[in-house]
């Protein structure tokens, strides 16, 4: 199983970017997709999706930023708006998924994509 993450980038503050991860190998369901970012070392909950559609964001995007996933295609996206320079860091995605000829879910991380909020 691989998740392959892509959009990132450089913008400039009060810019947009949207992120994507696809999903692929022997999966036979994906439960909750997320994103989370990293700074100096420390991760923090950007924003979470079940596979029911309730969805969970971190503090400092609420308002900001809207995840959504698309089941058929094994892909979750992050829409980022008002992207302001404390927002820069490392984008991870994740998931939580049954890979086939397993009876549980496991914990899948992408290689993680770079933001950059710079003038």
């Known amino acids: 199983v691989q998740l392959v993450e892509s959009g990132g980038g450089l913008v400039q503050p009060g810019g947009s970017l949207r992120l994507s991860c696809v999903a692929s190998g022997s999966i036979l369901s994906i439960n909750t997709m997320g994103w989370y970012r990293q700074v100096l070392g420390k991760r923090e909950l950007v924003a979470t999706i079940?596979?029911?559609?309730?969805?969970n964001y971190g503090n400092s995007v609420k308002g900001r930023f809207t995840i959504s996933r698309d089941d058929a295609q094994n892909t979750v996206y992050l829409q980022m708006n008002s992207l302001k320079p404390e927002d820069t860091a490392v984008y991870y995605c994740?998931?939580?998924?049954?890979?086939?000829?397993?009876?549980?879910?496991?914990?899948?991380w992408g290689q993680g994509t770079q933001v950059t909020v710079s003038s």
């Open positions: 079940t596979s029911g559609g309730t969805t």
């Open positions: 994740n998931a939580i998924l049954k890979v086939v000829g397993r009876y549980y879910y496991e914990n899948y």
